[in-house]
């Protein structure tokens, strides 16, 4: 295998992420997230790792579908508080030179006229290292608080993410040419008008009349393009928008189809099968020897919390499972009486038939560690055999690195896993100069020429 391998160091701006449970560990500090120096020093260890980007996961709403309620959730901190993901970045940007940012918005919930400003300022501050993580929202909880009366339809929000991309393209890359600004001072000329160019947009969903007044190009002008979704609309969007995709599957041999069916319909857009980096999650728990990982990992597993995972896992899926006995069987026709017609509206149908044939007893038994995530335990020999398998079945580029105990999971691959992938030529030794875009794939700052993005520009 000869492809060098990506990570990201995925988080969110909260007290428990994916594993939960675990912030009650003695030696974990995510309880410190709002403390502006627990994220200055993780993005310098992330850095001293070469990690390519801090991936900032976000969600709008609550999980406050099992019990129909938040009690699980809120003793657990199932993401819960949770804190804008926006305003770490510049914090971590000021005290590194290299490592990029992904971080997670909403798009129904948002003006693409005010949100390219936000992203544009990010790319500013951060000199070019700032990807967006494109998401259309999964939460009815989500769609209350913002004054709807229920989760607009699935495919509904992703026809309305085109019509936003639209926008957001123009916005960035057609409205200012690339010698709009001169800075001239001493013919007393910022910036050349004939170069800034009114933007108009009529489209189904989003409306813009007027000149984009409110930032001047970034390095990159768009944000590296991230999504993470599952559903074939999902990845036919990802195939038109996304540079870097997030995705999963029950088995390699799946996420292996998956990961074809995403560079087969980026190839049917008109782009290359490689213009999209393909990333999957990865927990490690990683020890000098096998027995003292092992032990490691019983040690976090005393703080996990099952409970706390299965409350994430019935708002992903819309389905209260305390409506079941501890051992009733989940079938199709239980769950389809419970929500008529309900799932199949938010896209939640692939979840239901994930539960068919099991029990809310067995559910909690397989979330033992916190997440239905499962983990790599062992030695770095160990973890780096798996991780290199794992890339060479599925034909993905890269892991999105899942915190477990904070930051002693990222310390522990940093020094231990990421010298093995080095001395297999696996990861790199170094970084390259640029920006997060020109690190990632190596032509440049700007989108290339194969992207939709570019046709907008001026």
């Given at each position: 295998?000869?492809?060098?391998?990506?990570?990201?160091?995925?988080?969110?701006?909260?007290?428990?992420?994916?594993?939960?449970?675990?912030?009650?560990?003695?030696?974990?500090?995510?309880?410190?997230?709002?403390?502006?120096?627990?994220?200055?020093?993780l993005?310098k260890?992330?850095?001293?790792?070469?990690?390519?980007?801090?991936?900032?996961?976000?969600?709008?709403?609550?999980y406050d579908?099992?019990?129909?309620?938040?009690?699980?959730?809120?003793?657990?901190?199932?993401?819960?508080?949770?804190?804008?993901?926006?305003?770490?970045?510049?914090?971590?940007?000021?005290?590194?030179?290299?490592?990029?940012?992904?971080?997670?918005?909403n798009?129904?919930?948002?003006?693409?006229?005010?949100?390219?400003?936000?992203?544009?300022?990010?790319d500013?501050?951060?000199?070019?290292?700032?990807g967006?993580?494109?998401?259309?929202?999964?939460?009815?909880?989500?769609?209350?608080a913002?004054?709807?009366?229920?989760?607009?339809?699935?495919?509904?929000?992703?026809?309305?993410?085109?019509?936003?991309m639209?926008?957001?393209?123009?916005?960035?890359?057609?409205?200012?040419?690339?010698?709009?600004?001169?800075?001239?001072?001493?013919?007393?000329?910022?910036?050349?008008?004939?170069?800034?160019?009114?933007?108009?947009?009529?489209?189904?969903?989003?409306?813009?009349?007027g000149?984009?007044?409110?930032?001047?190009?970034?390095?990159?002008?768009?944000?590296?393009?991230?999504?993470?979704g599952?559903?074939?609309?999902?990845?036919?969007?990802?195939?038109?928008?996304?540079?870097?995709?997030?995705?999963?599957?029950p088995?390699?041999?799946?996420?292996?189809?998956?990961?074809?069916?995403?560079?087969?319909?980026?190839?049917?857009?008109?782009?290359?099968?490689?213009?999209?980096?393909?990333?999957?999650?990865?927990?490690?728990?990683?020890?000098?020897?096998?027995?003292?990982?092992?032990?490691k990992?019983?040690?976090?597993?005393?703080?996990?919390?099952?409970?706390?995972?299965?409350?994430?896992?019935?708002s992903?899926?819309?389905?209260?499972?305390?409506?079941?006995?501890?051992?009733?069987?989940?079938?199709?026709?239980?769950?389809?009486?419970?929500?008529?017609g309900?799932?199949?509206?938010?896209?939640?149908?692939?979840?239901?038939r994930?539960?068919?044939?099991t029990?809310?007893?067995?559910?909690?038994?397989?979330?033992?560690?916190?997440?239905?995530?499962?983990?790599?335990?062992?030695?770095?020999?160990?973890?780096?055999?798996?991780?290199?398998?794992?890339?060479?079945?599925t034909?993905?580029?890269?892991?999105?690195?899942?915190r477990?105990?904070a930051?002693e999971?990222?310390?522990?691959?940093?020094?231990?896993?990421?010298?093995?992938?080095?001395?297999?030529?696996?990861?790199?030794?170094?970084?390259?100069?640029?920006?997060?875009?020109?690190?990632?794939?190596?032509?440049?700052?700007?989108?290339?020429?194969?992207?939709?993005?570019?046709?907008?520009?001026?």
């Open positions: 295998m000869t492809k060098k391998i990506r990570l990201n160091a995925f988080n969110m701006n909260c007290v428990g992420h994916i594993h939960h449970g675990l912030w009650k560990h003695p030696r974990d500090n995510s309880i410190d997230y709002n403390d502006a120096d627990y994220w200055i020093e993005a260890l992330l850095e001293k790792g070469l990690f390519d980007a801090v991936f900032l996961a976000d969600i709008v709403g609550v579908v099992l019990g129909d309620g938040i009690r699980a959730t809120a003793r657990e901190a199932v993401q819960l508080p949770v804190n804008d993901p926006l305003y770490v970045v510049p914090l971590m940007a000021h005290v590194t030179k290299n490592i990029g940012f992904g971080v997670t918005c798009l129904t919930y948002e003006q693409p006229y005010l949100f390219a400003r936000r992203m544009a300022t990010l500013h501050l951060s000199k070019g290292r700032v967006w993580n494109i998401v259309t929202g999964y939460l009815d909880s989500a769609a209350r913002m004054g709807l009366k229920q989760q607009i339809d699935h495919d509904d929000r992703y026809d309305r993410g085109d019509d936003f639209d926008v957001f393209y123009k916005l960035l890359e057609g409205s200012w040419e690339d010698g709009a600004v001169l800075r001239d001072r001493q013919r007393g000329i910022y910036a050349d008008h004939e170069k800034i160019h009114r933007i108009t947009h009529e489209g189904p969903y989003y409306k813009v009349d000149v984009y007044n409110l930032t001047e190009p970034s390095r990159q002008r768009t944000p590296v393009l991230y999504q993470a599952a559903s074939q609309r999902g990845n036919q969007f990802a195939a038109r928008h996304a540079e870097c995709v997030f995705t999963g599957g088995s390699r041999e799946a996420l292996a189809k998956i990961v074809g069916n995403i560079r087969k319909l980026a190839v049917d857009a008109g782009r290359q099968a490689d213009d999209i980096k393909v990333f999957s999650g990865l927990t490690v728990v990683v020890d000098t020897s096998e027995k003292a990982a092992q032990e990992y019983e040690d976090y597993k005393q703080y996990a919390s099952a409970e706390g995972s299965l409350a994430h896992m019935c992903g899926a819309a389905i209260d499972l305390e409506r079941f006995g501890l051992d009733e069987e989940i079938t199709s026709e239980k769950l389809e009486a419970m929500y008529p309900r799932l199949k509206r938010t896209g939640n149908a692939r979840g239901g994930f539960l068919e044939g029990t809310r007893r067995q559910l909690l038994e397989t979330r033992g560690f916190g997440s239905g995530n499962g983990a790599i335990v062992g030695t770095p020999s160990q973890v780096v055999d798996e991780i290199a398998k794992y890339v060479e079945e034909d993905i580029d890269g892991f999105n690195l899942t477990t105990v930051p999971s990222y310390r522990d691959f940093i020094d231990l896993v990421i010298p093995e992938l080095q001395n297999r030529s696996l990861y790199k030794e170094a970084y390259e100069e640029g920006s997060l875009r020109h690190k990632l794939f190596g032509r440049g700052d700007k989108l290339p020429a194969s992207h939709i993005g570019s046709r907008y520009r001026a």
